[in-house]
């Protein structure tokens, strides 16, 4: 089955159709489909739904194939396409010619956590690698003060990295930033085309022995640290909901009760503003809170990344005086 990555979207100054579309700023009306659940015991398997799905970039459709994430397993497409996949925290996302010549793009399902499951992952599709093969790894080419500067400049609620593998055998990290918790709405960070690992450079990180111990360093110190403040109001998710309601709620001609003509808004806002203002305040406030919480998301995923692909810090860390800031 052949799906092509239709971006019909007129003309372009400057770049491709692709740095066009995704072009910081792009807003899109989407749905990120749900990762697929199975065994996880490291085999490759063809893609157990293969969707055709849709995301609208301002008012204009674009449908594409999607590649599941199948936590302990390689999924794999055959298309003759642009596939997208994600969301990326340290998969590797790799492209092949099988002895048919098909084009395949595969989606190496490493698990957070779970170093057992991961070494089956990479040893199976290390075993079964045509030296053809090609890949990357997406969320290595977005870091913290990316992350935090793009959420805070759109007021987004969470960060999801895509990977788009084009037609023409492209590798591109997209960054896609969701404006409000369980929204539709999103909003591109911009587009980023990757050099791709060959297949000696593959074998290398599929096969490489090295761990690196993180409850010693300064990277597991701040992790406690944001665990220790986000866990006192109420978890990631909670505080994520919270800080959306108070911007939200804090722009009067948005908020709920405001009669327009009064300068006031309705005293049941402003008691909620109130409340969510006490409850951040010892904190820092909500501006500082978000960027806790970005971070915490973005140090997450790079544990999980060291841990799955036996990175050094070095190779996906900022600076000591970064982490610290």
């Known amino acids: 089955f052949f799906r092509p990555f239709l971006l019909s979207m007129g003309t372009c100054s400057s770049g491709n159709r692709y ?15 749900a990762l697929v659940r199975v065994d996880q015991d490291g085999q490759i398997v063809d893609d157990p739904r293969g969707d055709e799905t849709t995301l609208t970039c301002e008012g204009t459709k674009l449908t594409y194939t999607w590649l599941a994430y199948a936590p302990g397993r390689t999924t794999v497409t055959k298309v003759d396409g642009d596939v997208l996949t994600g969301p990326m ?24 956590g779970n170093a057992r499951t991961n070494e089956l992952v990479k040893t199976t599709f290390d075993r079964n690698m045509p030296a053809n093969t090609t890949g990357f790894n997406p969320a290595l080419e977005w870091d913290f003060k990316e992350m935090s500067k793009l959420m805070g400049v759109y007021k987004a609620t969470d960060f999801k990295c895509l990977a788009l593998v084009t037609r023409g055998g492209e590798f591109y990290s997209i960054a896609m930033m969701q404006l409000g918790v369980a929204s539709k709405n999103w909003v591109s960070g911009g587009i980023k ?36 403040i986000i866990g006192n109001l109420g978890g990631p998710q909670q505080l994520s909901q919270m800080i959306e309601d108070y911007h939200r709620l804090s722009r009067p001609k948005q908020a709920e009760g405001f009669c327009a003509g009064r300068p006031r808004l309705h005293p049941g806002v402003q008691e909620k503003i109130a409340t969510l203002e006490q409850s951040f305040k010892q904190f820092g406030g909500a501006d500082v809170l978000r960027s806790n919480l970005v971070e915490y998301q973005w140090l997450n995923a790079q544990r999980s990344m060291l841990h799955e692909h036996d990175l050094k810090l070095s190779e996906i860390l900022p600076t000591t005086s970064d982490l610290s800031n």
């Not at 740095?19 to 489909?33: A, E, N, Q, R």
């Not at 340290?90 to 698990?111: F, L, M, P, Q, S």
């Open 19 to 33: 740095t066009c579309v995704f072009k910081k700023g792009s807003k899109f009306t989407w749905t990120l489909p």
């Open 89 to 112: 925290s340290g998969c590797i996302i790799a492209k092949w010619e099988d002895a048919r010549h098909a084009r395949c793009v595969g989606h190496v399902g490493t698990v957070d």
């Open 193 to 228: 085309l990757v050099k791709p690992m060959n297949y000696s450079q593959l074998h290398a990180k599929f096969t490489s022995s090295k761990r690196v111990l993180m409850s010693t360093n300064v990277f597991g110190q701040r992790l406690q640290e944001l665990d220790v």
